[in-house]
T-cell receptor, first 119, second 113 residues
Framework: GAVVSQHPSRVICKSGTSVKIECRSLDFQATTMFWYRQFPKQSLMLMATSNEGSKATYEQGVEKDKFLINHASLTLSTLTVTSAHPEDSSFYIC???????????????FGSGTRLTVV | SQKIEQNSEALNIQEGKTATLTCNYTNYSPAYLQWYRQDPGRGPVFLLLIRENEKEKRKERLKVTFDTTLKQSLFHITASQPADSATYLCALPSASNTGKLIFGQGTTLQVKP
């Protein structure tokens, strides 16, 4: 089955520094990757959609200069949290969309998530 | 705008019983609905997809129903086990038809031995 590898699983950084989170599709090509953040006991909130080779589309209220998304290849998408602050502390999850032959439509495979703590 | 509601209160049941979780949605008629399982500190894992023209879908001990008139999906786990304890999320495709998934807030299930 489709597998998405997300790294790092946990990261602690100092306020003002930048952190990069990587998501790789291991056995399929992900033309579209979605990035979510999740606060404790809350739902996944979509931050942005990235398509390989083009600029990411951000959801309303998400600062594109703060959350830089790069989708340079069909198997790798990165999210960089720039000038991180404590309020950016959250659980970040990527999701790759792929063709699900069994369902005859698109399937979504999620990474294992990254717990970011900004101190 | 489209809304998805799941019971935010945790569901506690005894091992062996059937767990039933509810997902209600408004302002939308999705072509399909998905259910995911999420364990603490992990990403969601896909469980089942049900299309608008399907009333019911089964996979092992899991059963999902989809009532497009009530705008509701029910997710059942029969013969529940402590290992089924997790948060279960329902997700719908965005009404904007952009391939995005919109999630409910999830219901946490606790199965006691």
């Amino acid at each position: 089955g489709a597998v998405v590898s997300q790294h790092p699983s946990r990261v602690i950084c100092k306020s003002g520094t930048s952190v990069k989170i990587e998501c790789r599709s291991l056995d399929f090509q992900a033309t579209t990757m979605f990035w979510y953040r999740q606060f404790p006991k809350q739902s996944l909130m979509l931050m942005a959609t990235s398509n390989e080779g083009s600029k990411a589309t951000y959801e309303q209220g998400v600062e594109k200069d703060k959350f830089l998304i790069n989708h340079a290849s069909l198997t790798l998408s990165t999210l960089t949290v720039t000038s991180a602050h404590p309020e950016d502390s959250s659980f970040y999850i990527c999701s790759a969309r792929h063709r699900d032959r069994g369902q005859g439509m698109y399937g979504y495979t999620f990474g294992s998530g990254t717990r970011l703590t900004v101190v | 705008s489209q809304k998805i509601e799941q019971n935010s209160e945790a569901l506690n049941i005894q091992e062996g019983k059937t767990a039933t979780l509810t997902c209600n949605y408004t302002n939308y008629s999705p072509a399909y609905l998905q259910w995911y399982r999420q364990d603490p500190g992990r990403g969601p894992v896909f469980l089942l997809l049900i299309r608008e023209n399907e009333k019911e879908k089964r996979k092992e001990r899991l059963k999902v129903t989809f009532d497009t008139t009530l705008k509701q999906s029910l997710f059942h786990i029969t013969a529940s086990q402590p290992a089924d304890s997790a948060t279960y999320l329902c997700a719908l495709p965005s009404a904007s038809n952009t391939g995005k998934l919109i999630f409910g807030q999830g219901t946490t299930l606790q199965v006691k031995p």
